[in-house]
T-cell receptor, first 113, second 112 residues
Framework: AQSVTQPDIHITVSEGASLELRCNYSYGATPYLFWYVQSPGQGLQLLLKYFSGDTLVQGIKGFEAEFKRSQSSFNLRKPSVHWSDAAEYFCAVGARSGDKLTFGTGTRLAVRP | EADIYQTPRYLVIGTGKKITLECSQTMGHDKMYWYQQDPGMELHLIHYSYGVNSTEKGDLSSESTVSRIRTEHFPLTLESARPSHTSQYLC???????????FGSGTRLTVV
């Protein structure tokens, strides 16, 4: 069975600074990988996904993520954070033969003015 | 526009009441899911369905029940609400795990 770890529960960055949110997964083969964002009181919105090919994937809102098979990681990055990026971020993994996603516990991002 | 809708957005209800949280999607997705999300953010799968007349319990034990009589509709029912049911409930749907899930905006339930 697959699993996901997001080691950072809470991260605070200054507006304009770069951001990296960590995600590690456990799965026997190459999985499908996703990053979602959740604004307060809202559902989850898909930021980006990886399924094959280029290991650096681009998403919405200026986010990107890099799949590193050797490290079983799929870290989310943004070069310059905006105050509106303050939210919760969830990493998720799905098996290519399955029908369910497994979500990490989330990372709460706060942005300092 | 294809989307997934949850109603109500907010609900405050007394202990012992029966409630139904509605979830509808217009995308024709076969797979639908209910998650419970506590203030600590973690998502817990409580029910899922892979099609009409198919429902399964998720990883987290829940006193709620679900039904799937129509493809687009996946309501969740609590026969007798308790304060321990206070939480946010998120509904999601999917055509294939390759595409990920589409989530509704959630229902914030408070049982007093």
């Amino acid at each position: 069975a697959q699993s996901v770890t997001q080691p950072d529960i809470h991260i605070t960055v200054s507006e304009g600074a770069s951001l990296e949110l960590r995600c590690n997964y456990s799965y026997g083969a190459t999985p499908y990988l996703f990053w979602y964002v959740q604004s307060p009181g809202q559902g989850l919105q898909l930021l980006l996904k990886y399924f094959s090919g280029d290991t650096l994937v681009q998403g919405i809102k200026g986010f990107e993520a890099e799949f590193k098979r050797s490290q079983s990681s799929f870290n989310l990055r943004k070069p310059s954070v905006h105050w509106s990026d303050a939210a919760e971020y969830f990493c998720a993994v799905g098996a290519r033969s399955g029908d369910k996603l497994t979500f990490g516990t989330g990372t709460r991002l706060a942005v300092r003015p | 526009e294809a989307d997934i809708y949850q109603t109500p957005r907010y609900l405050v209800i007394g202990t012992g009441k029966k409630i139904t949280l509605e979830c509808s999607q217009t995308m024709g997705h076969d797979k639908m899911y209910w998650y419970q999300q506590d203030p600590g953010m973690e998502l817990h799968l409580i029910h899922y369905s892979y099609g009409v007349n198919s429902t399964e319990k998720g990883d987290l034990s829940s006193e709620s029940t679900v039904s799937r009589i129509r493809t687009e509709h996946f309501p969740l029912t609590l026969e007798s609400a308790r304060p321990s049911h206070t939480s946010q409930y998120l509904c999601a749907s999917s055509d294939n795990v390759y595409y990920g899930y589409t989530f509704g905006s959630g229902t914030r339930l408070t049982v007093v």
